[in-house]
């Protein structure tokens, strides 16, 4: 296993991707940051595990996602700005997952998530060429695949769907969502890219929330797949601090009761959004899965140099 799993195509394409992503941003004059991959505290997402170190004595995590950092930038007044560069994630394994990975992520300020989720179409397709492309809000795909509102079923009726479909480790809301969109939602997703909308308050993470058209409560969310495989997660960003520190507050608790690591809150980061972050939109996509998508391969060991099978 001393070869790469890129042949010199690939790592020549992979070369290519890279520099077209640049150049799509300059052209729009967004400016690149080049940030930590340290940090002394980690997010309490609760679908991602840390990496941790030890820098001087002091406990450190390698950064899932530079969000935090790049939200302080805008806090002290960047204007838009756009990171390419490594992430890291722990338990990360299979045919789309590497723990080291390679993750662009962009804020525009003034935007919402409708002005993003075209941008990050554009974006795509500039890389991928043409393709069809589809949009659906998240509770059109769940009906049609469950029979469930995603929004309005209760706790009970979202376990009850979802216990034949696997094993728990969590029966809550979120958990149970999860498994019946994984297992029922995806695997009928059409081809193409598919951008999804509109998701369920327990999937709101860092997304502010809004009222659909039913009247329903909802988080100003979005997903962008192709060909059944997800490449990108965005929101329009919450800019409220205490209601921040109430969410992630309940998410160590969550972690904290299923015997999960738990690390400090950010505080340097919530105190840029206590200073003011203005009103944008941010988009995370996973360039790794994106040139898979691009040359048609089944394995993101096939995409990198060096993944952590030929690493260990």
Known sequence: MWRPGADLAVLRARAQMLQSIRQFFQQRQLLEVDLPVLSGAFGSDLCIEPISAV?????????????????????????????????FRDHE???RHNPEFTLLEWYRCGWDQWQLMQELQELVLSLLGPRPVASYSYAELFVAATGLDPHDASDAQLLAR???L???VAANRA??????????VEPALPSGLVLIWDFPLSHSALAELATNRAGQSVACRFEL???GVELANGYRELTDAAAQRQRFTAEIEQRRSA???VTPLDE???AALESGLPPCAGVAVGVDRLLMCQLGCDDIDEVLPFSWRRCR
């Open 175 to 184: 958990a149970c969502l999860d498994l019946l969109f994984a297992e029922l």
């Open 162 to 164: 979802a216990k034949p």
């Open 166 to 168: 696997g094993e728990w």
């Open 55 to 87: 820098v001087n004595g002091h406990s450190a995590y390698l950064q899932s996602s530079p969000e935090f950092f790049l939200k302080r930038l805008l806090a002290a007044g960047s204007g838009d700005v756009f990171a390419l560069g490594r992430a």
């Open 93 to 95: 394994r299979g045919r």
């Open 225 to 227: 797949y192709c060909d």
């Open 259 to 261: 015997g999960r690591a």
């Open 268 to 270: 340097h980061f919530l």
